[in-house]
């Protein structure tokens, strides 16, 4: 294993491969120690900084190429089974445009997932994690890789199916979307808090079952607003329908707003360009004279 | 959580001092740990001690300062001590109160050779 990247752990596979590295690792592997002479006279190194620096600094790598491009990128987090894939067919579906969707699974094992959203038609590269319960930007970042991923279009991430880690963990995504089903139990947002508190939306899924269920749907809301006061909630369902329309304006408003933003950028650096080229005119002009 | 992958990048931060600082062993760690940030201090020192072997910091001694957890009520508006994400304001009762501090997992200082 190379501690020094996080890479190179005999486990994360994309697309079924392990992924080369676009560049040459600097540091030796195995004890620094051994056969050197050293003396032992110990003094203090000032730190100070997170452990989740390296990740962080993916994150933001991949932050920066979305808003280059205009891509609105979400991060879908839940427990297994909470109907994350079967949600994300019918989102997809409700899309007319599928040009401008990809998708990126995460699974400890198994293309199923990925599988299962290629035959809706977009493009989507599955990331096999191993042993690991979470998907980390890193892994994110070489996934885009393999995805062309088209200007102003929406970027779905399924993490893998774990309540726990993914929260700690930024893919560099615009938002968290958490998603609880309610076969599930009410209390899901108290006993796993990170999670709803590192969200933005709790989609309250698989409504169409709670005839059959002594499910509280306030006390559910009740329960994820004390994590999360501003968490914004939707009951849906993949069966019936229901919330799929409150969802799919959701994406369009963020999709929008991403794309937007881009602009707004370009048109800045294209003002900027035109007053370095009018700066350097008038110098030239000036020079002359 | 994942104390796992906390201790990678532990030892990720160590090594990219390491290098800067250049120091070729570690006899200390001390990391701080917010009430908080969701990670165990003792599944932490039981991954810190995997992570390390075959590296700089095989046998440092792992200081972990516990950070306390703080929130601000979004009801009476004060500041207070929380040992939990989503517990009540002990003051007024209410709920939610607000996490402001104890969040974080910061390596802080190093003892090098």
């Not at chain 1, 139990?185 to 698989?206: H, I, Q, R, S, T």
């Amino acid at each position: 294993m190379c501690t020094t990247c996080g890479c190179g752990q005999g486990e994360t596979k994309i697309d079924g491969e392990e992924h080369a590295h676009a560049y040459v690792h600097a540091h030796e592997h195995g004890s620094l120690l051994q056969g050197r002479p050293h003396a032992h006279t110990s003094r203090m190194v000032q730190v100070e900084q997170d452990i989740l620096a390296k990740n962080n600094q993916y994150a933001s790598a991949n932050r920066s190429r979305f808003a280059e491009h205009g891509i609105f990128a979400l991060n879908l987090v839940s427990s297994p089974g909470s109907g994350k894939t079967s949600l994300l067919t019918r989102t997809i579906e409700r899309f007319k445009d599928k040009a401008r969707i990809a998708v990126i699974e995460g699974d400890q094992q198994t293309s199923l997932d990925a599988d299962r959203i290629r035959a809706t038609g977009v493009s989507a590269v599955q990331i096999n994690t191993g042993k690991g319960c979470h998907l980390d930007a890193h892994m994110v970042g070489h996934a885009m890789e393999k995805l062309a991923l088209a200007d102003d279009s929406l970027l779905l991430i399924e993490n893998v199916g774990n309540l726990v880690c993914p929260a700690a963990f930024d893919l560099g995504e615009a938002h968290k979307v958490a998603i609880l089903s309610v076969t599930e139990g009410e209390d899901k947002p108290l006993k796993y808090p990170d999670m709803f508190a590192a969200a933005e939306v709790m989609l309250l899924n698989k409504v169409d079952l709670l005839p059959y269920l002594s499910f509280n749907v306030p006390l559910c809301i009740e329960y994820a607003r004390r994590v999360n006061p501003y968490i914004r909630v939707i009951l849906t369902s993949a069966v019936s329908g229901e919330g799929m329309d409150e969802w799919r304006e959701w994406i369009a408003a963020g999709m929008e707003q991403a794309a937007e933003q881009k602009a707004n950028e370009v048109d800045t650096l294209k003002r900027r360009v035109a007053a370095l080229e009018a700066e350097l005119k008038n110098a030239w002009s000036e020079g002359r004279g | 959580m994942h104390e796992m992958s906390l201790a990678q990048g532990v030892l990720q931060v160590i090594e990219d001092s390491a290098r800067s600082n250049a120091f070729t062993r570690v006899k200390t760690v001390w990391l701080e740990i917010g009430e908080l940030s969701g990670a165990d201090v003792e599944a932490m020192r039981f991954c810190f001690d995997a992570v390390v072997k075959g590296t700089l910091a095989e046998g440092a001694q792992l200081e972990i300062v516990a950070t306390e957890g703080q929130g601000r009520c979004l009801t009476c508006g004060q500041t207070v001590h929380i040992q939990l994400r989503y517990e009540p304001c002990p003051l007024c009762g209410c709920y939610p109160v607000e996490p402001t501090g104890g969040l974080e997992m910061k390596v802080k200082e190093l003892e090098v050779e």
